[in-house]
Protein backbone atom coordinates (compact mmCIF):
# COMPACT_ATOMS: atom_id res chain seq x y z
CA UNK A 1 0.00 0.00 0.00
CA UNK A 2 3.23 2.28 0.54
CA UNK A 3 4.69 1.86 -2.48
CA UNK A 4 1.41 2.14 -4.58
CA UNK A 5 0.59 5.60 -2.43
CA UNK A 6 4.30 6.55 -3.07
CA UNK A 7 4.12 5.63 -7.24
CA UNK A 8 0.67 8.14 -6.91
CA UNK A 9 2.92 10.51 -5.62
CA UNK A 10 5.53 10.41 -7.60
CA UNK A 11 3.08 10.11 -10.90
CA UNK A 12 1.06 12.67 -9.84
CA UNK A 13 3.84 15.25 -9.56
CA UNK A 14 4.75 18.66 -11.86
CA UNK A 15 8.29 17.52 -12.11
CA UNK A 16 7.24 14.45 -13.76
CA UNK A 17 4.73 15.48 -16.22
CA UNK A 18 6.90 18.23 -17.25
CA UNK A 19 9.99 15.73 -17.75
CA UNK A 20 7.25 13.18 -19.50
CA UNK A 21 6.47 16.56 -22.22
CA UNK A 22 9.91 17.00 -22.92
CA UNK A 23 10.66 13.42 -23.68
CA UNK A 24 7.37 13.15 -26.00
CA UNK A 25 8.39 16.71 -27.40
CA UNK A 26 12.12 15.86 -28.10
CA UNK A 27 10.85 12.16 -29.58
CA UNK A 28 8.44 13.94 -32.07
CA UNK A 29 11.60 16.38 -33.12
CA UNK A 30 13.22 13.13 -33.67
CA UNK A 31 10.44 11.68 -35.49
CA UNK A 32 10.71 14.78 -37.95
CA UNK A 33 14.34 14.01 -38.18
CA UNK A 34 14.22 10.89 -39.45
CA UNK A 35 12.04 9.45 -42.38
CA UNK A 36 8.73 7.61 -41.01
CA UNK A 37 6.95 4.57 -42.51
CA UNK A 38 9.46 3.93 -45.38
CA UNK A 39 11.18 0.27 -46.41
CA UNK A 40 13.47 -1.19 -43.87
CA UNK A 41 16.36 -1.79 -46.36
CA UNK A 42 16.30 1.98 -46.81
CA UNK A 43 17.04 3.28 -43.35
CA UNK A 44 19.75 0.03 -43.40
CA UNK A 45 21.44 1.54 -46.36
CA UNK A 46 21.66 5.10 -45.57
CA UNK A 47 22.45 5.20 -41.51
CA UNK A 48 24.87 2.57 -41.96
CA UNK A 49 26.83 4.81 -44.59
CA UNK A 50 25.68 7.71 -42.00
CA UNK A 51 25.33 7.02 -38.64
CA UNK A 52 22.98 9.54 -36.41
CA UNK A 53 25.11 11.07 -34.32
CA UNK A 54 28.09 9.07 -35.66
CA UNK A 55 27.22 5.93 -34.02
CA UNK A 56 23.25 4.95 -34.35
CA UNK A 57 23.14 3.12 -37.81
CA UNK A 58 20.50 1.61 -39.60
CA UNK A 59 20.11 -1.33 -37.78
CA UNK A 60 20.07 0.20 -34.46
CA UNK A 61 17.46 2.88 -36.17
CA UNK A 62 14.88 -0.18 -36.82
CA UNK A 63 15.56 -2.25 -33.30
CA UNK A 64 14.96 1.27 -31.35
CA UNK A 65 11.65 1.28 -33.62
CA UNK A 66 12.87 5.00 -35.06
CA UNK A 67 11.63 4.68 -38.11
CA UNK A 68 7.67 4.16 -37.13
CA UNK A 69 8.16 6.59 -34.02
CA UNK A 70 4.27 7.90 -33.42
CA UNK A 71 3.14 3.86 -33.43
CA UNK A 72 6.60 2.57 -31.43
CA UNK A 73 5.36 0.85 -28.16
CA UNK A 74 7.64 3.11 -26.09
CA UNK A 75 6.09 6.28 -27.45
CA UNK A 76 2.81 5.22 -26.65
CA UNK A 77 4.28 4.18 -23.37
CA UNK A 78 4.91 7.50 -22.47
CA UNK A 79 1.57 8.58 -23.73
CA UNK A 80 -0.32 6.55 -21.74
CA UNK A 81 1.79 7.51 -18.51
CA UNK A 82 1.38 10.98 -19.46
CA UNK A 83 -2.56 10.14 -19.24
CA UNK A 84 -2.35 8.45 -15.88
CA UNK A 85 -0.25 11.11 -14.76
CA UNK A 86 -2.55 13.90 -15.29
CA UNK A 87 -5.59 12.25 -14.34
CA UNK A 88 -3.46 11.35 -10.88
CA UNK A 89 -2.67 14.70 -10.70
CA UNK A 90 -6.78 15.84 -11.14
CA UNK A 91 -7.81 13.33 -8.26
CA UNK A 92 -5.74 14.16 -5.78
CA UNK A 93 -4.83 17.84 -6.39
CA UNK A 94 -7.63 19.55 -8.61
CA UNK A 95 -10.36 18.00 -7.62
CA UNK A 96 -9.79 17.79 -3.44
CA UNK A 97 -9.40 21.32 -4.14
CA UNK A 98 -12.61 21.66 -6.32
CA UNK A 99 -14.57 20.20 -3.20
CA UNK A 100 -12.98 21.93 -0.61
CA UNK A 101 -13.80 25.46 -2.53
CA UNK A 102 -17.44 24.10 -2.86
CA UNK A 103 -18.06 23.28 0.88
CA UNK A 104 -19.08 26.47 2.95
CA UNK A 105 -16.67 27.33 5.64
CA UNK A 106 -17.33 29.70 8.59
CA UNK A 107 -14.93 31.92 11.09
CA UNK A 108 -16.57 31.58 14.57
CA UNK A 109 -13.43 32.76 16.05
CA UNK A 110 -11.58 35.92 15.15
CA UNK A 111 -8.00 34.00 16.05
CA UNK A 112 -8.58 32.47 12.66
CA UNK A 113 -8.68 35.67 10.88
CA UNK A 114 -5.11 36.88 11.83
CA UNK A 115 -4.33 33.41 9.38
CA UNK A 116 -5.78 35.32 5.93
CA UNK A 117 -4.07 37.00 3.67
CA UNK A 118 -6.09 40.00 3.96
CA UNK A 119 -7.89 41.07 7.20
CA UNK A 120 -9.69 44.50 8.67
CA UNK A 121 -11.57 45.30 11.75
CA UNK A 122 -13.48 48.33 12.82
CA UNK A 123 -15.75 49.00 15.83
CA UNK A 124 -19.02 48.77 14.98
CA UNK A 125 -22.26 50.37 16.41
CA UNK A 126 -24.85 49.41 18.72
CA UNK A 127 -28.41 48.96 16.91
CA UNK A 128 -27.05 47.92 13.32
CA UNK A 129 -26.76 44.70 11.69
CA UNK A 130 -23.49 44.37 9.94
CA UNK A 131 -23.91 41.09 8.82
CA UNK A 132 -27.30 41.57 7.05
CA UNK A 133 -26.00 44.72 5.32
CA UNK A 134 -22.79 42.95 4.06
CA UNK A 135 -24.91 40.63 3.05
CA UNK A 136 -26.92 42.94 0.98
CA UNK A 137 -24.14 44.37 -0.51
CA UNK A 138 -22.38 41.19 -1.60
CA UNK A 139 -25.79 39.75 -3.47
CA UNK A 140 -25.99 42.99 -5.44
CA UNK A 141 -21.92 42.48 -6.55
CA UNK A 142 -22.48 38.75 -7.82
CA UNK A 143 -20.93 37.50 -4.60
CA UNK A 144 -22.56 33.99 -3.09
CA UNK A 145 -23.35 33.89 0.49
CA UNK A 146 -24.29 31.30 3.31
CA UNK A 147 -24.69 33.38 6.52
CA UNK A 148 -24.53 31.97 9.71
CA UNK A 149 -25.92 33.97 12.88
CA UNK A 150 -23.43 36.77 13.43
CA UNK A 151 -21.16 34.86 10.16
CA UNK A 152 -20.78 35.31 7.12
CA UNK A 153 -18.90 33.53 4.51
CA UNK A 154 -18.92 34.63 1.14
CA UNK A 155 -16.97 33.90 -2.35
CA UNK A 156 -16.90 34.38 -6.26
CA UNK A 157 -15.14 33.29 -9.39
CA UNK A 158 -15.40 29.06 -8.50
CA UNK A 159 -15.15 28.19 -12.32
CA UNK A 160 -11.25 29.36 -11.88
CA UNK A 161 -11.44 25.80 -9.99
CA UNK A 162 -12.66 23.67 -12.51
CA UNK A 163 -10.24 25.00 -15.39
CA UNK A 164 -6.97 22.73 -14.44
CA UNK A 165 -9.90 19.91 -14.25
CA UNK A 166 -10.79 20.91 -17.99
CA UNK A 167 -7.50 21.56 -19.41
CA UNK A 168 -6.27 18.20 -18.14
CA UNK A 169 -9.34 16.20 -19.64
CA UNK A 170 -8.37 18.02 -22.61
CA UNK A 171 -5.01 16.45 -22.69
CA UNK A 172 -5.97 13.43 -21.61
CA UNK A 173 -7.98 13.29 -24.61
CA UNK A 174 -5.70 14.56 -27.32
CA UNK A 175 -2.93 12.40 -26.12
CA UNK A 176 -5.50 9.24 -26.61
CA UNK A 177 -6.94 10.95 -30.12
CA UNK A 178 -3.47 11.97 -31.46
CA UNK A 179 -2.27 7.66 -30.45
CA UNK A 180 -5.64 6.54 -32.19
CA UNK A 181 -4.74 8.72 -35.84
CA UNK A 182 -1.40 7.25 -35.52
CA UNK A 183 -2.75 3.49 -35.84
CA UNK A 184 -5.83 4.42 -37.99
CA UNK A 185 -5.37 7.66 -40.06
CA UNK A 186 -5.19 6.52 -43.83
CA UNK A 187 -3.85 8.63 -46.51
CA UNK A 188 -3.56 8.47 -50.75
CA UNK A 189 -1.28 10.86 -52.58
CA UNK A 190 -2.79 11.12 -56.00
CA UNK A 191 -1.98 13.08 -59.64
CA UNK A 192 -4.98 14.47 -61.13
CA UNK A 193 -4.69 15.38 -64.75
CA UNK A 194 -6.66 18.20 -66.37
CA UNK A 195 -10.31 16.57 -66.81
CA UNK A 196 -9.47 13.08 -65.04
CA UNK A 197 -11.46 11.93 -61.93
CA UNK A 198 -11.33 9.51 -59.03
CA UNK A 199 -13.88 8.11 -57.03
CA UNK A 200 -14.06 8.25 -53.58
CA UNK A 201 -16.46 5.39 -52.09
CA UNK A 202 -17.95 5.27 -48.14
CA UNK A 203 -18.15 1.83 -47.27
CA UNK A 204 -20.43 2.71 -44.46
CA UNK A 205 -22.98 4.87 -46.29
CA UNK A 206 -22.68 2.61 -49.88
CA UNK A 207 -21.96 5.89 -51.61
CA UNK A 208 -19.88 6.99 -54.01
CA UNK A 209 -18.57 10.53 -55.15
CA UNK A 210 -16.57 11.40 -57.98
CA UNK A 211 -13.59 14.09 -58.09
CA UNK A 212 -12.84 15.74 -61.25
CA UNK A 213 -9.91 18.67 -61.93
CA UNK A 214 -11.52 21.36 -63.80
CA UNK A 215 -9.27 23.57 -63.38
CA UNK A 216 -5.43 23.82 -62.05
CA UNK A 217 -3.33 27.31 -62.09
CA UNK A 218 0.06 27.78 -60.48
CA UNK A 219 1.36 31.17 -59.22
CA UNK A 220 4.75 32.74 -59.45
CA UNK A 221 7.02 35.04 -57.54
CA UNK A 222 8.88 37.23 -59.75
CA UNK A 223 11.74 35.32 -59.68
CA UNK A 224 9.86 32.16 -61.33
CA UNK A 225 9.62 29.86 -58.39
CA UNK A 226 6.41 28.60 -57.88
CA UNK A 227 4.10 30.26 -54.88
CA UNK A 228 0.64 28.89 -54.70
CA UNK A 229 -0.66 25.84 -56.59
CA UNK A 230 -5.02 26.07 -56.78
CA UNK A 231 -6.85 22.87 -57.94
CA UNK A 232 -10.95 23.54 -58.98
CA UNK A 233 -12.05 20.38 -58.12
CA UNK A 234 -15.90 18.80 -58.98
CA UNK A 235 -17.37 16.88 -56.34
CA UNK A 236 -20.74 15.03 -58.11
CA UNK A 237 -22.62 12.35 -56.41
CA UNK A 238 -26.09 10.79 -58.17
CA UNK A 239 -26.72 9.47 -54.67
CA UNK A 240 -26.27 12.06 -52.50
CA UNK A 241 -27.54 14.61 -54.97
CA UNK A 242 -24.29 16.99 -54.97
CA UNK A 243 -22.52 18.87 -57.68
CA UNK A 244 -20.08 20.79 -55.96
CA UNK A 245 -17.12 22.85 -57.12
CA UNK A 246 -14.46 23.33 -54.41
CA UNK A 247 -10.93 25.15 -54.01
CA UNK A 248 -7.68 23.31 -52.90
CA UNK A 249 -4.56 25.40 -52.22
CA UNK A 250 -1.96 24.95 -50.06
CA UNK A 251 -2.26 25.43 -46.70
CA UNK A 252 -6.08 25.36 -47.35
CA UNK A 253 -7.33 22.08 -47.57
CA UNK A 254 -10.73 20.61 -48.10
CA UNK A 255 -12.94 19.14 -45.47
CA UNK A 256 -15.29 16.63 -47.25
CA UNK A 257 -17.22 13.70 -44.87
CA UNK A 258 -14.94 12.92 -42.82
CA UNK A 259 -11.93 13.02 -45.38
CA UNK A 260 -8.89 15.77 -45.66
CA UNK A 261 -8.11 16.72 -49.16
CA UNK A 262 -4.60 18.74 -49.56
CA UNK A 263 -3.22 20.42 -52.00
CA UNK A 264 0.53 19.50 -51.99
CA UNK A 265 2.59 19.38 -55.30
CA UNK A 266 2.26 19.27 -58.82
CA UNK A 267 3.46 17.72 -62.14
CA UNK A 268 3.83 17.68 -65.55
CA UNK A 269 2.46 14.40 -66.49
CA UNK A 270 2.06 14.89 -70.38
CA UNK A 271 3.03 16.83 -73.28
CA UNK A 272 1.40 16.57 -76.78
CA UNK A 273 3.77 17.13 -79.36
CA UNK A 274 3.80 17.14 -83.90
CA UNK A 275 6.52 15.35 -84.91
CA UNK A 276 6.91 14.71 -88.19
CA UNK A 277 2.88 15.85 -88.95
CA UNK A 278 2.01 13.35 -86.51
CA UNK A 279 0.05 13.98 -83.22
CA UNK A 280 2.01 12.56 -79.99
CA UNK A 281 0.82 12.27 -76.62
CA UNK A 282 3.80 11.72 -74.32
CA UNK A 283 4.09 10.55 -70.88
CA UNK A 284 6.77 12.21 -68.87
CA UNK A 285 8.69 11.43 -65.37
CA UNK A 286 10.50 12.90 -63.49
CA UNK A 287 13.82 13.21 -63.50
CA UNK A 288 15.62 13.70 -59.86
CA UNK A 289 19.34 13.03 -61.26
CA UNK A 290 19.26 16.41 -63.40
CA UNK A 291 16.89 18.79 -60.34
CA UNK A 292 14.09 19.39 -58.45
CA UNK A 293 11.11 19.51 -60.51
CA UNK A 294 11.99 18.19 -64.01
CA UNK A 295 10.05 15.51 -66.25
CA UNK A 296 11.20 14.29 -69.06
CA UNK A 297 11.94 11.29 -71.36
CA UNK A 298 14.14 9.81 -73.74
CA UNK A 299 12.77 9.38 -77.41
CA UNK A 300 14.64 8.88 -80.93
CA UNK A 301 14.54 11.56 -83.68
CA UNK A 302 15.16 11.17 -87.51
CA UNK A 303 14.08 9.84 -90.69
CA UNK A 304 16.42 8.15 -91.30
CA UNK A 305 19.79 7.92 -89.08
CA UNK A 306 17.96 7.40 -85.72
CA UNK A 307 19.46 9.22 -82.80
CA UNK A 308 18.28 9.46 -79.24
CA UNK A 309 17.64 12.59 -77.12
CA UNK A 310 16.58 13.42 -73.95
CA UNK A 311 13.03 15.39 -73.72
CA UNK A 312 13.14 18.18 -70.42
CA UNK A 313 10.49 20.64 -69.23
CA UNK A 314 10.20 22.40 -65.81
CA UNK A 315 8.05 24.86 -66.41
CA UNK A 316 3.88 24.58 -67.47
CA UNK A 317 4.72 27.11 -69.92
CA UNK A 318 7.53 25.60 -71.41
CA UNK A 319 9.65 25.83 -73.16
CA UNK A 320 10.97 22.07 -73.88
CA UNK A 321 14.49 21.14 -73.91
CA UNK A 322 15.74 18.41 -76.31
CA UNK A 323 19.26 17.68 -75.80
CA UNK A 324 21.58 15.33 -77.63
CA UNK A 325 22.77 12.47 -76.23
CA UNK A 326 26.16 12.05 -78.25
CA UNK A 327 27.59 15.78 -77.77
CA UNK A 328 25.18 17.20 -75.61
CA UNK A 329 23.84 19.77 -77.85
CA UNK A 330 20.59 21.56 -76.62
CA UNK A 331 17.71 22.99 -78.85
CA UNK A 332 14.62 24.31 -77.57
CA UNK A 333 10.69 23.92 -79.21
CA UNK A 334 8.58 26.85 -77.36
CA UNK A 335 5.00 26.00 -76.57
CA UNK A 336 2.37 27.08 -80.35
CA UNK A 337 5.79 27.85 -81.67
CA UNK A 338 7.32 26.94 -85.22
CA UNK A 339 8.59 24.05 -85.86
CA UNK A 340 11.64 23.24 -84.94
CA UNK A 341 14.25 20.86 -87.02
CA UNK A 342 16.20 18.31 -84.88
CA UNK A 343 18.14 15.46 -87.04
CA UNK A 344 15.72 16.48 -90.21
CA UNK A 345 12.50 15.59 -88.02
CA UNK A 346 10.16 18.67 -87.49
CA UNK A 347 9.00 19.09 -83.61
CA UNK A 348 6.40 21.75 -82.63
CA UNK A 349 5.03 21.71 -78.60
CA UNK A 350 0.87 21.80 -79.13
CA UNK A 351 0.34 21.07 -75.48
CA UNK A 352 1.44 20.95 -71.67
CA UNK A 353 -0.90 19.26 -69.62
CA UNK A 354 0.51 19.52 -65.87
CA UNK A 355 -1.35 17.41 -62.98
CA UNK A 356 -2.43 18.22 -59.25
CA UNK A 357 -0.47 16.54 -56.68
CA UNK A 358 -3.54 15.90 -53.30
CA UNK A 359 -3.17 13.90 -50.56
CA UNK A 360 -6.31 12.84 -49.54
CA UNK A 361 -6.14 11.48 -46.04
CA UNK A 362 -8.64 9.87 -43.48
CA UNK A 363 -8.36 10.80 -40.37
CA UNK A 364 -11.19 9.48 -37.90
CA UNK A 365 -9.09 11.17 -34.85
CA UNK A 366 -9.58 14.71 -35.90
CA UNK A 367 -13.03 15.35 -33.45
CA UNK A 368 -11.02 14.33 -31.23
CA UNK A 369 -8.31 16.66 -31.56
CA UNK A 370 -10.77 19.37 -32.07
CA UNK A 371 -12.54 18.12 -29.19
CA UNK A 372 -9.45 18.16 -26.91
CA UNK A 373 -8.55 21.90 -28.24
CA UNK A 374 -11.86 23.52 -27.73
CA UNK A 375 -11.49 22.00 -23.42
CA UNK A 376 -7.55 23.19 -23.08
CA UNK A 377 -8.60 26.73 -24.92
CA UNK A 378 -11.68 27.33 -22.78
CA UNK A 379 -9.89 25.85 -19.42
CA UNK A 380 -7.28 27.87 -19.64
CA UNK A 381 -9.77 30.49 -19.90
CA UNK A 382 -11.64 29.56 -16.90
CA UNK A 383 -7.75 28.67 -14.90
CA UNK A 384 -7.25 32.82 -15.16
CA UNK A 385 -10.33 33.45 -13.10
CA UNK A 386 -9.32 33.82 -9.50
CA UNK A 387 -11.23 32.61 -6.84
CA UNK A 388 -12.03 35.04 -4.48
CA UNK A 389 -13.55 34.36 -0.69
CA UNK A 390 -14.73 36.87 2.32
CA UNK A 391 -15.49 35.87 5.46
CA UNK A 392 -17.17 38.25 8.23
CA UNK A 393 -17.63 37.75 11.87
CA UNK A 394 -19.79 39.76 14.11
CA UNK A 395 -17.94 39.91 17.57
CA UNK A 396 -20.82 41.34 19.96
CA UNK A 397 -18.60 40.96 23.39
CA UNK A 398 -16.19 43.37 21.95
CA UNK A 399 -18.40 44.98 19.48
CA UNK A 400 -16.14 44.88 16.33
CA UNK A 401 -16.30 43.69 12.94
CA UNK A 402 -14.05 41.19 11.20
CA UNK A 403 -13.34 41.12 7.57
CA UNK A 404 -11.04 38.72 5.72
CA UNK A 405 -9.84 37.56 2.20
CA UNK A 406 -8.67 35.18 0.36
CA UNK A 407 -7.50 34.96 -3.41
CA UNK A 408 -5.95 32.04 -5.33
CA UNK A 409 -4.15 34.68 -8.03
CA UNK A 410 -3.82 38.16 -8.51
CA UNK A 411 -3.98 39.05 -4.70
CA UNK A 412 -2.36 42.48 -5.19
CA UNK A 413 -5.87 43.57 -7.56
CA UNK A 414 -7.99 41.47 -4.74
CA UNK A 415 -6.31 43.65 -2.43
CA UNK A 416 -8.24 47.13 -3.79
CA UNK A 417 -11.59 44.96 -4.43
CA UNK A 418 -11.41 44.18 -0.71
CA UNK A 419 -10.45 47.41 0.72
CA UNK A 420 -13.22 49.19 -1.28
CA UNK A 421 -15.75 46.44 -0.16
CA UNK A 422 -14.73 47.02 3.87
CA UNK A 423 -15.31 50.67 3.90
CA UNK A 424 -18.90 50.03 1.65
CA UNK A 425 -20.13 47.32 4.58
CA UNK A 426 -18.57 50.58 7.14
CA UNK A 427 -20.18 53.05 5.58
CA UNK A 428 -23.94 51.09 3.85
Known amino acids: MIIFKNFVLKISSLRFAISLII ?5 SGVGTFIPQGNNQQEYIDFYNKTPIFGFINGNQVLKLQLDHIYTSSWFLFSLILLCISLAACSFRRQIPSLKAALKWTYYKDEKRFYKLQLITNYEIEQGIDYVLKADSLLRKKGWNISKFENSLSARKGLAGKLGPIIVHIGLIILLIGSAYGNFSSQS ?6 LGESLNLINESKHSKVTIK ?3 FLIERENDGKPKQFISNLDFFSEE ?6 KIVQVNHPIRFQGLTIYQADWSISNIIMEIDNALFEIQLKPIP ?10 IELGRENKKNYL ?3 DNENGPLKVSSIEDFSKSFVYLNNDPVEIN ?3 LSLKKIIPSSGLIIKNDPSIPFIYISFTLIIFGTIFS ?3 TNQVWILLNKNSNKLFIGGLSNRNLLGFKKEFLKLSDEIKNY
Open 23 to 27: FIAVS
Open 188 to 193: KEQYLK
Open 213 to 215: LKN
Open 240 to 245: ENLNEV
Open 289 to 298: EIGDQIWGLL
Open 311 to 313: LTI
Open 344 to 346: SSK
Open 384 to 386: LIP
